[in-house]
């Protein structure tokens, strides 16, 4: 039976007659139907030459009505169903486009909030570097504008030279940010600078690892040796004044271990004033020179208090992050060198892991490395010991230097410090750690000592892995609070140490006050 399936056309051949007449005329071909047409007319004119002309007309003229009107019909459903036949095709074709696009559209919305989500993440972030920028140029510019208006009314600035020069060091930063307010003019000085000193300059020496850095044997090192201690020897002469800051009993690479003693013993004898952080260093290096007690100037480390950005909120930034309340993060800072002890820290944190199963627990090494053969041959220790671990992600070597922006969010979202030194006296780290109130895991020395007792400060003994391991076992069940006692924090303040430690310089060199 013929039939349309489309509603909207289906009541045009409702009639069981109309489909089964629709379905015959559907048969007869068009040359079929040129006959029909043609007999139609015959018998139409046969009937004109007959008696009963009007039945034959009338039969005829009905033939041909029903003829075209069969054909106009059909040749309508015809159409009608090709149409139809068309708009489903397209109607499904538009239902599949449409479900596409409602899928990428879905997809498009996700990566859209994602992108706000990072975007405001990223607007509070720079909020917060602008607001600690702003304040670093505010206290710049305050210290510039005390300077200026304290310049004209001062005598004649004095000059004092640093070497080596440390541009980047932020503890020098520290150390001599107030000495232009108190009548000094800092100057970097590299070794050709010192022809240039005149009588009445301060030269101030710092690290001597530099001094012996270029010799290749134990014989040019003492070569390079006498060279220092007579050119250090002919400033004094000239009536230039000498400080010599010591920062640890020898340097953490010595290579050439009688030709350094010897450097620092002869500089001890030749400087006027020897700058010292703690009065316990003045015992921690006596088996290896002696610092004549009335050359001794205490000045201790500051803390890097207005430096870094202290006003980011942990919980925020471990939270942007993607830090759950089960993350434990271990950080060491600083240098990526021999003496930090990082391997050791590798290889407990399996033991870590077992004792904190329900924890995840991750340690970030960040800090340069420089170009020595012996540090390049350390970092590549240590990746040979993250690689084999069994699960080397959870130990990052970031081998860069830290900004000072991001420097202060590590700090802020550790849980702990870690550096476990085989050597070493006084610790910048330390110190930084404490300006954030970081629970920190050092080795133990009597400098370290007199500073742990202000904060939440662990010390174990040099070399002990299982005292490193309880320590630092210790403090993540624990989790000590951040507190660091008021008067530590007001004591080791960047001005007030730079302040006290030039006017002492004044006092101890007899130059005029202001």
């Known amino acids: 039976m013929f039939s349309v399936e489309h509603p909207r056309y289906r009541y045009l051949v409702s009639s069981p007659r109309l489909q089964t007449y629709a379905a015959r005329i559907l048969r007869i071909g068009p040359r079929k139907r040129a006959a029909l047409l043609l007999g139609t007319v ?87 570097l602008a607001l600690w920028t702003r304040d670093q140029d505010e206290d710049r510019n305050w210290r510039d ?69 270029r010799c290749k044997s134990e014989t040019e090192a003492h070569d390079a040796v006498d060279v220092w201690l007579e050119r250090l020897n002919a400033l004094r002469r000239q009536g230039v004044h000498l400080i010599w800051s010591v920062h640890e009993e020898l340097p953490h690479e010595c290579n050439y271990l009688a030709a350094e003693l010897r450097l620092r013993r002869g500089i001890c004898e030749l400087v006027d004033i020897v700058h010292v952080l703690d009065e316990a260093t003045a015992e921690l290096v006596r088996d290896s020179f002696e610092i004549p007690a009335k050359k001794e100037l205490i000045a201790p480390h500051p803390t890097y208090a207005g430096t870094l950005p202290d006003h980011l909120r942990r919980e925020s930034l471990r939270r942007d992050l993607g830090f759950g309340a089960d993350d434990v993060l271990l950080i060491g800072l600083g240098s990526i060198r021999p003496y930090k002890g990082y391997e050791r820290v590798i290889k407990l944190l399996p033991q870590l892991n077992e004792s904190f199963p329900s924890k995840r627990i991750r340690f970030l090494i960040a800090g340069n490395v420089q170009a020595d053969p012996e540090v390049q041959a350390y970092r590549r220790t240590l990746e040979e010991l993250i690689a084999s671990l069994e699960r080397p992600e959870s130990v990052v070597l970031h081998a860069r230097k830290v900004s000072r922006y991001y420097l202060g969010v590590l700090l802020q979202i550790a849980d702990l410090s870690v550096a476990p030194y085989t050597s070493g006296g006084n610790s910048g780290v330390l ?8 629970p920190t895991v050092i080795t133990a020395n009597p400098i370290i000592d007199s500073i742990a007792v202000n904060g939440p400060v662990t010390t174990c003994p040099a070399g002990d892995d299982d005292a490193l391991l309880a320590g630092i076992t210790r403090v993540l069940a624990d989790s000590p609070s951040r507190q660091i006692k008021p008067e530590f924090s007001a004591q080791y303040a960047p001005d007030k140490v730079s302040a006290d430690f030039a006017e002492a310089l004044r006092q101890r060199l007899g130059l005029p006050s202001l």
């Open 145 to 213: 504008l005390r300077s200026a208006l304290v310049s004209p009314c001062a005598p004649a600035r004095q000059r004092l030279f640093v070497f080596p020069p440390g541009n980047e060091n932020d503890y020098l930063k520290l150390l001599y940010q107030e000495f232009p307010m108190h009548g000094f003019e800092v100057i970097p000085a590299k070794p050709a600078a010192m022809d240039g000193l005149r009588r009445g300059d301060i030269f101030h020496l710092h690290w001597t690892k530099w001094m012996l850095a």
């Open 42 to 128: 015959a018998v139409i004119g046969l009937g004109f030459l007959s008696n009963d002309w009007f039945v034959t007309t009338m039969v005829g003229f009905g033939g041909v009505v029903l003829l075209a009107t069969g054909t106009a019909v059909l040749e309508l459903l015809r159409w009608r169903q090709r149409t139809h036949g068309r708009y489903q095709r397209l109607l499904t074709r538009n239902i599949q486009i449409t479900d596409q696009l409602e899928r990428q559209h879905e997809k498009h919305i996700g990566l859209v909030r994602r992108e706000q989500n990072l975007a405001a993440r990223n607007k509070r972030l720079a909020s917060e």
């Open 431 to 438: 110190m930084l750690n404490m300006t954030f109130g970081l």
